[in-house]
């Protein structure tokens, strides 16, 4: 079984502070790995993409991969109450499926 | 550039009511997928379509078809709707690099 492990939170954060969301996986042959934002009612929305490991950083946004360690995260700097949505961790080994984390879910306080 | 688009955005049947959930894409993606999303499951891949003129199961393929009716369009299709089937159903367009694009979604409630 595939498996990709997320906190389910809420991760409760203050606007400004740097938020950390964290996703661990069970395939080693893993090899792409993503992270998508979804707003309740709405649609994922994909915000970062990395391949390899050390970090990939993209605006306020920086992901983080251990492929030695099974573990993906991603900051958020200078967080903002727009930032306020559930966080999807999602894994393919470039076969066909996505598998998907259930989500952390983010809150950012004013 | 549209991007995803599902219709409709609602809908609302009966048991055993047929319908049909449309979705196209004009990214000229090769791969086009449908999820369904449960509160506490997750998105659930029902079926996939690695190109134009092939389908395959997801995880969860039962009570469902699907037709890829040429690169852009990818449609799913309830027979027999059931209240189990109550969720929101998600089209996905997947890049060359598997990053996967959504569609807004559609809400169906089977009562």
């Known amino acids: 079984q595939k498996e990709v492990e997320q906190n389910s939170g809420p991760l409760s954060v203050p606007e400004g502070a740097i938020a950390s969301l964290n996703c661990t996986y069970s395939?080693?042959?893993?090899?792409?790995f993503f992270w998508y934002r979804q707003y309740s009612g709405k649609s994922p929305e994909l915000i970062m993409s990395?391949?390899?490991?050390g970090d990939k950083e993209d605006g306020r946004f920086t992901a983080q991969l251990n492929k030695a360690s099974q573990y993906v995260s991603l900051l958020i700097r200078d967080s903002q109450p727009s930032d306020s949505a559930t966080y999807l961790c999602?894994?393919?080994?470039?076969?066909?499926?996505?598998?998907f984390g259930k989500g952390t879910s983010l809150l950012v306080t004013p | 550039n549209a991007g995803v688009t599902q219709t409709p955005k609602f809908q609302v049947l009966k048991t055993g009511q047929s319908m049909t959930l449309q979705c196209a894409q004009d990214m000229n993606h090769n791969s086009m997928y449908w999820y369904r999303q449960d509160p506490g499951m997750g998105l659930r891949l029902i079926y996939y379509?690695?190109?134009?003129?092939?389908?395959d199961k997801g995880e969860v393929p039962n009570g469902y078809n699907v037709s890829r009716l040429n690169k852009r369009e990818f449609s799913l299709r309830l027979e027999s709707a059931a209240p189990s089937q109550t969720s929101v159903y998600f089209c996905a367009s997947v890049s060359g690099s598997s990053e996967q694009y959504f569609g807004p979604g559609t809400r169906l409630t089977v009562t």
């Open positions: 379509s690695a190109s134009e003129g092939t389908t």
């Open positions: 395939d080693r042959v893993s090899q792409s």
């Open positions: 990395i391949y390899s490991n």
């Open positions: 999602a894994v393919s080994n470039s076969g066909y499926a996505l598998n």
